[in-house]
């Protein structure tokens, strides 16, 4: 599986932005999909995650009720959509495929895409 991630920018504490990780393959609807972000000089940290099915969904605590993921298994496509974006937010954010073990294991990585939120 090949992802590619996009969508990110420069946007103001408050606003939106909706990231997207276009898959390869065809075998993306079998796998489960997520977002981990990684901030400036800090670890790599989860963001959220879908099954497969798209029928559940976690997410860190940090972003609960701001953040949504949501799945097109026939666009072989995962989204993130951002609300309520705040100056913490600002990171590189990955999309990551794997399977259901856990919330989900990280087989396979897309490139970054850098978010940076302004106060």
């Known amino acids: 599986v090949q992802l590619q991630a996009s969508g990110g920018g420069l946007v103001q504490a408050g606003g939106s932005l909706r990231l997207s990780c276009a898959a390869s393959?065809?075998?993306?609807?079998?796998?489960?999909m997520g977002w981990f972000r990684q901030p400036p000089g800090k670890e790599r940290e989860f963001v959220a995650a879908?099954?497969?099915?798209?029928?559940?969904?976690y997410y860190a605590d940090s972003v609960k009720g701001r953040f949504t993921i949501s799945r097109d298994n026939a666009e072989n496509t995962v989204y993130l959509q951002m609300n309520s974006l705040k100056p913490e937010d600002t990171a590189v954010y990955y999309c990551a495929a794997g399977r259901p073990i856990g919330i989900m294991t990280t087989n396979y990585w897309g490139q970054g895409t850098l978010v940076t939120v302004s106060s």
């Open positions: 393959g065809r075998t993306f609807s079998t796998y489960s």
């Open positions: 879908i099954r497969a099915g798209g029928d559940t969904t």
